[in-house]
């Protein structure tokens, strides 16, 4: 059974940081592209950024780039998304994907960015 369990979300003031984690079980994890995806209140899914599966290759969403770092560590079945001078429009539940549509994501985790 795929179980993808994510972390470390929280309440943050604009320009504040955050580091999320996401664990995987299930699947060959080194072997896939991960990805973050996130959902604003109200609003759909957004992909955010990619990694492939030896960390090589990343990519990012205008929205994020410059500001967001995505990492992992395959030895430890974790992904990583540093998030920096996060904006309020940064708000939202994030979470892992195995593809960048979300379809098969984990069960998120919340950022907040406020004053």
């Known amino acids: 059974e795929v179980q993808l369990v994510e972390s470390g979300g929280g309440l943050v003031q604009p320009g504040g940081s955050l580091r999320l984690s996401c664990v995987a079980s299930?699947?060959?994890?080194?072997?896939?592209?991960m990805n973050w995806v996130r959902q604003a209140p109200g609003k759909g899914l957004e992909w955010v950024s990619g990694?492939?599966?030896?960390?090589?290759?990343?990519n990012y969403a205008d929205s994020v780039k410059g500001r967001f770092t995505i990492s992992r560590d395959n030895p430890k079945n974790t992904l990583y998304l540093q998030l920096n001078s996060l904006k309020t429009e940064d708000t939202a539940m994030y979470y892992c994907?195995?593809?960048?549509?979300?379809?098969?994501r984990g069960q998120g985790t919340q950022v907040t960015v406020s004053s």
């Open positions: 299930g699947f060959p994890f080194s072997s896939y592209t």
């Open positions: 994907a195995k593809d960048p549509l979300g379809v098969a």
């Open positions: 990694i492939n599966s030896g960390g090589s290759r990343r």
